[in-house]
């Protein structure tokens, strides 16, 4: 509810400052005075861009009422109660609520629900196929079946979010390779110090291989046959001792006799040492190069890398069963939303001949003969309203068009003053209305006005008209004045609206004589 409408520098007028009542608030005065500008500058101040002015120092600020805010409004700070809404416009447009700075963004989604402008050439809410369903919805009058439809609706996407963020494109492979992975933990379970007593009897295993190498060529070339043929030499020469150098038989028996005592000295050794098999030690070895190469280079990098794997195929089964649990939701909660969904499309088609024959009532009242329908169609996908696409129409040259093709400003504003009326649950929204009478008058402007006055016992109504049969039914009624080079604005007394009137009524300027 708008309980106070003030400014400054607004185009022609130096200043006003408009107090609205709860009912229907009207404006009127003559022809080119500035009524309408009035309405632009609370149009501006409540979040829509409009074409108004280009004055640094026009100031506009709004005492209002809110009854509700949604939560994203909530987080900005902005609770239900009263609040002033202030706008500094010029080149830039500055908004503030209650002396906080926000976008208009912010200002605007404050009241797009509960605030209605109507004007000529002013895109409406009403030519909004999502606000024409709301529209429907509110006649279906089943607050029940629409929360629990939101309810579900808002757990499926909260469950496909889910869904969508643990299903890593595939995880059961990921899983395999990260088993296939740690396997080689599990299998070698691999340490540090293993490594070091690898590289140590690895090392002494070379040595060995080293020595009995060696070993094996001294006793391949002390071979039992050179042996053998020593004595032989050693046995001849002593036979021919006196024909060969003095000392040569025993110099020969020495060499055989140490020959021989080397091989079998040699041939100990080797039968004594227990050479190990370097093939396991290898094989072991292998196992930490490629541990080195895949998760390496060093053995701090392993450990972390082993960790890291160990923490990643953790987290993947555990998002596997989370996945499991949150698809198995998802498909039944899928069903329940399809289910809802369908309950809500039987009922939106039930009430959408009871609701066109109220708002077809209302229009030959208001001297519209248009045939109104309400077009439903059925979608094959689930939306945050259900599976019903719904649009107003009206038959214009033997087809059925939108309301935007077909209805003028004036003929729009009758048709949402038509169709508001039809609707149940209306308190606590704002219906503001510019040239609604448009082309009209004579009894149908008294029908008009009865009607206005009928939807302002629900709502507030401001009306900006030229109609006297509007006008009487005011319950508080504004005058705009034209002074020399200013407008003025006049919330009238009960005796000085008797004069507007007349001067509605006869077209004689008689506030002359009343100021």
């Not at 408009?18 to 009524?35: C, D, H, Q, Y």
Request: glycine letters at 6%; aromatic letters at 8%.
């Amino acid at each position: 509810m708008i309980l106070r409408f003030a400014g400054k520098n607004l185009l022609y007028f130096d200043s006003f400052d408009l107090e609205f009542s709860e009912g229907l608030n009207v404006i009127t005065g003559e022809t080119g005075a500035g009524k309408s500008i009035l309405l632009r500058g609370l149009q501006a101040l409540l979040g829509k861009r409009v074409e108004l002015f280009d004055n640094d120092e026009t100031w506009l600020e709004a005492l209002v009422l809110i009854d509700a805010v949604d939560e994203e409004l909530k987080e900005l700070g902005i609770q239900r109660g009263e609040h002033i809404v202030s706008l500094s416009a010029g080149k830039r447009w500055i908004y503030r609520i209650d002396g906080r700075m926000y976008p208009q963004s912010v200002v605007e989604r404050m009241f797009e629900n509960d605030v209605h402008f109507h004007q000529q050439n002013t895109h409406v809410n009403l030519l909004r196929k999502r606000y024409q369903l709301s529209l429907l919805d509110r006649f279906c009058d089943n607050p029940q079946l629409f929360s629990d439809y939101a309810e579900a609706y808002g757990r499926m996407i909260e469950l496909r979010k889910i869904v969508e963020e643990l299903n890593v494109e595939n995880l059961d492979q990921r899983i395999e390779e990260l088993n296939r992975e740690l396997a080689l933990f599990e299998k070698y379970k691999p340490s540090e110090d293993e490594e070091k007593t690898l590289k140590e009897r690895f090392e002494r295993i070379n040595k060995a291989k080293q020595i009995v190498a060696l070993v094996e060529e001294i006793l391949n070339a002390l071979d039992e046959d050179l042996t053998t043929r020593v004595w032989r030499l050693s046995f001849s020469a002593e036979k021919m001792a006196s024909l060969v150098p003095k000392g040569l038989p025993g110099l020969l028996r020495d060499i055989a006799e140490k020959s021989d005592e080397v091989r079998k000295l040699v041939t100990r050794f080797i039968n004594e040492m227990q050479l190990e098999d370097s093939r396991e030690v290898e094989a072991r070895l292998s196992v930490y190069n490629e541990l080195k190469r895949r998760f390496g280079p060093d053995w701090e990098d392993i450990k972390k890398n082993w960790a890291k794997l160990e923490r990643e195929k953790s987290e993947l089964l555990s998002n596997k069963r989370q996945l499991e649990l949150a698809d198995r939701e998802l498909r039944s909660i899928e069903k329940r939303c399809w289910d809802l969904a369908e309950k809500l499309h039987d009922n939106r088609l039930k009430a959408a001949g009871e609701f066109e024959g109220f708002v077809r009532q209302h229009l030959q009242e208001l001297a519209m003969s248009l045939k109104f329908s309400v077009k439903i169609g059925r979608l094959n996908q689930l939306t945050p309203s259900g599976i019903s696409d719904v649009e107003f129409v009206v038959e214009a040259g033997g087809e059925e068009k939108p309301l935007r093709d077909v209805l003028s400003g004036g003929e729009l504003s009758r048709m949402v003053l038509a169709v508001h009326l039809s609707v149940a649950n209306q308190a606590g929204n704002v219906f503001i209305f510019d040239e609604i009478d448009s082309g009209i008058g004579g009894m149908t402007g008294n029908v008009l006005g009865e009607k206005l006055k009928s939807l302002s016992r629900t709502s507030q109504v401001i009306v900006v008209t030229h109609l006297p049969q509007i006008a009487r039914y005011a319950d508080t009624h504004f005058v705009v004045l034209k002074e020399d080079r200013s407008m003025r604005v006049k919330s009238l007394t009960p005796e000085e609206r008797r004069y507007e009137l007349l001067r509605m009524i006869g077209g004689e300027d008689l506030w002359g004589d009343v100021m």
